[in-house]
């Protein structure tokens, strides 16, 4: 009897949820919770995708110090705790103290204190050891195996045909074997005295800038709150937004946020600029500079992708075919450009980039279907989300040409309005509890009836002069129910929104838009939620979403479990989410400014505050924020009333 072939499982992406990662874009350092790397998995030093180190094992007097502690110290550094017991004292108690400080630019300080009573002579160990594979390689388990080692100066060194990498020591050790990989020292330490010794691996060849010398133009926000995790989780997702800007390889003053590590070092256009945009309460640099490196990939030319932004298809659960990101990046480009705008971008800034805001808009007008709607990709669904990234555009283009004295705006506005009452008729689905909209509409017009957590983007319309946002798909009674459904347990999971409602078919709590919390929809739902005035639902979410960060350290990764809420328990991790990831770090940054109510209009010289009633966190300030290109600093007390305390001189002060 003939049987069929199973076919072969794909490569499961290695665990990462325990790792200790420090990143400093284009380097990146993966370790485990002991600090000890291995050799195995996906440990490493690496740079640029590339593994200059993957084992660094320390020894104490012939043995492995007890690992005590790991733990991030920030962005682009970790500590990793460890002691030794060497038998000089009686008892149990350990009486060598080992502190590693690893940084994410490959260099590391491994300090040794002595707790005796006596001097102690020390046998010191560090192997190292590499295979200098791709990143990509290591996650797919095809790394090769290590390289030998050849004694380099004061450290060892290894190289490959395209690759080189070098580790060096401070002081130099007493012996290098090369055949074994092993640095050697014999240390003396007194009664309380420490010794250091300072590792540096780099790589001989690399075509990418230096760490931490990409120019970063976001500002050094901070807030404090009556509940103190305000203010870490806003440090924490500055600090992580700062670590994953890299430079753009044709203009390198430009710089854009990577979309996450480990997986994704680099630039995914739709991530990329939703990380910018909502990080324009930091300024408008970052904003800029990810759309001038966007527009100089757009699609010139004749033909129906003329003025696109090309991007890869990215998953979109076991329901949807894979999405476009180029659709949603086309889409959001001129969005971006005028919110930036509001927010105090230079005008000469967004003159040089109006242009391609327009090829976008032209794009889209010859992407809408012969339905009225906008496919993605073409020919494919009509995704709910699309439709609402597409209204945005428009109103919000339309906005911006007014605004720059460009003639069509009252064209948009009306496109804008005809599509609205489409959505409103097609995609919108009767039903006894009130209804729901369309997760998507096939190609022949059937609606695919599932909830999802992407009808968060109905809320998120974008912002118009004079601090007013533009009018939504939704009407007032279908954004209620919509509200409804969000604030229910098949929705909010009470760490976040689900990316599937929990009775839906095929719904998974760890699945990538099957079910999982995205910090990012759950933050763009409290923003949107709170603009349409539906306070209450925005501030549970807003609390959930907080307790999750405290969680995760306020590093929220891309995605996490939606296992639902109960006393005591805690959010799941998944094991190959992204973290940190440019628009979960970004999320801080966004819900916070939600929370103040914070609305610019740098072009008319205005801002006003609109904070969330109730002051859901208790008393707020914010400071080292940016609007009009100067300092912004505000207060919210715990009745919910906004005072700004610092601003341009030029902004007149609303709210």
């Known amino acids: 009897m003939a049987t069929s072939a199973i076919p072969a499982p794909r490569p499961e992406l290695p665990p990462v949820h325990g790792a200790v990662i420090c990143v400093s874009a284009p380097c ?49 550094r970790a500590s990793f705790t460890a002691t030794v017991r060497t038998g000089t004292e009686a008892g149990p108690d350990p009486d060598i103290g080992v502190e590693r400080v690893r940084h994410a630019d490959g260099t590391e300080r491994i300090t ?11 046998p010191v160990e560090v192997l190292l050891g590499t295979d200098l594979a791709e990143l ?23 190289s490959t045909g395209d690759a080189q990498a070098v580790t060096a020591a401070e002081p130099a050790p007493d012996d290098a074997l090369a055949s074994a990989g092993l640095l050697r020292w014999q240390l003396e330490l007194g009664p309380g005295e420490s010794r250091t010794i300072e590792l540096r691996t780099t790589a001989a060849r690399t075509s990418r800038a230096p760490a931490g010398q990409v120019a970063n133009p976001l500002s050094d926000a901070r807030a404090e709150c ?41 630039l995914a256009p739709a991530e990329s600029l939703w990380a910018a945009r909502m990080a324009l309460p930091l300024g408008t640099g970052l904003a800029a500079a990810t759309l001038r490196t966007l527009a100089r990939s757009q699609t010139g030319g004749p033909g129906p992708d003329a003025g696109k932004i090309p991007g890869p298809l990215r998953g979109a659960g076991p329901q949807l075919p894979p999405g476009c990101t180029g659709t949603e990046a086309t889409l959001a480009f001129p969005a971006v450009l005028a919110e930036a705008r509001r927010w105090g971008m230079p005008e000469g800034e967004v003159a ?103 009808c968060v983007h109905l809320f998120d319309t974008g ?101 639902q809420r109960t006393a005591g328990s805690a959010p799941l991790p998944h094991p190959a989410a992204c973290r940190p990831a440019a628009v979960s770090a ?21 801002v006003a505050l609109v904070p969330l009633p109730g002051a859901p966190l208790g008393a707020l300030r914010l400071s080292g924020l940016r609007v009009a290109g100067e300092p912004f600093a505000l207060r919210i007390s715990r009745l919910g009333l906004g005072m700004v305390e610092e601003a341009a001189d030029a902004l007149q002060l609303g709210g």
């Not at 040794?112 to 020390?122: D, E, G, H, K, Q």
């Not at 790394?143 to 004061?154: D, N, Q, R, T």
């Not at 995790?229 to 990577?258: I, Q, Y």
Request: aromatic share 6%; charged share 25%; hydrophobic share 45%.
């Open 28 to 76: 990146l350092v993966i370790s485990p919770e002991h600090g000890q790397l291995t050799g195995r998995g996906i440990d490493g030093i690496y740079r640029s995708g590339r593994r200059l180190l993957s084992r660094c094992v320390l020894r104490v007097g012939g043995r492995e110090p007890v690992a005590v502690q790991g733990r991030s110290l920030g962005s682009d």
């Open 112 to 122: 040794l204190r002595s707790f005796t009573a006596r001097p102690v002579r020390l």
């Open 136 to 158: 990509a390689a290591v996650a797919a388990g095809q790394a090769g195996p290590e390289l030998p080692a050849g004694v380099h100066a004061a450290g060892l060194r290894w």
């Open 226 to 266: 009556d509940d103190p995790r305000a203010g870490a989780w806003l440090r924490t997702s500055v600090e992580d937004l700062g670590a994953l800007l890299l430079r753009d390889h044709e203009e390198p003053a430009d710089a854009f946020a990577a979309a996450g590590v480990p997986w994704r070092l680099g």
């Open 352 to 454: 040089r980039l109006l242009p391609a805001a327009e090829q976008c808009l032209g794009w889209l007008r010859g992407a809408l279907g012969e339905d009225g709607f906008v496919a993605d990709p073409d020919p494919g669904p009509r995704r709910c989300e699309t439709q609402a990234h597409a209204h945005r555009a428009a109103l919000l283009g339309a906005d911006l040409l007014d605004g720059c004295g460009r003639a069509g705006a009252q064209e948009w506005r009306d496109w804008a309005e005809a599509l609205r009452s489409r959505f409103r008729d097609r995609f919108w689905i009767d039903g006894p509890d009130g209804g729901r909209p369309a997760a998507a509409l096939h190609p022949d017009g059937r609606p695919l009836p599932r909830l999802t957590g992407a």
């Open 463 to 563: 912002l118009l002069g004079g601090g007013l946002f533009a009018p939504g798909l939704l009407d007032r009674v279908r954004a209620e129910q919509l509200v409804r459904l969000l604030a229910a347990p098949a929705m909010d999971s009470g760490w976040g929104l689900r990316s599937m409602a929990a009775r839906e078919p095929g719904h998974n709590p760890f699945g990538h838009r099957a079910g999982s919390v995205r910090a990012y929809e759950s933050a763009v739902a409290v923003a949107g939620l709170a603009q349409a005035g539906f306070a209450e639902e925005a501030a549970a979410l807003l609390r959930g979403l907080l307790d999750a960060a405290e969680s995760f350290g306020f590093r929220l990764p891309e995605m996490y479990a939606a296992e």
């Open 586 to 606: 970004a999320a801080g940054v966004h819900v916070l400014a939600a929370l103040a109510g914070i609305r610019p209009d740098a072009p008319a010289g205005t």
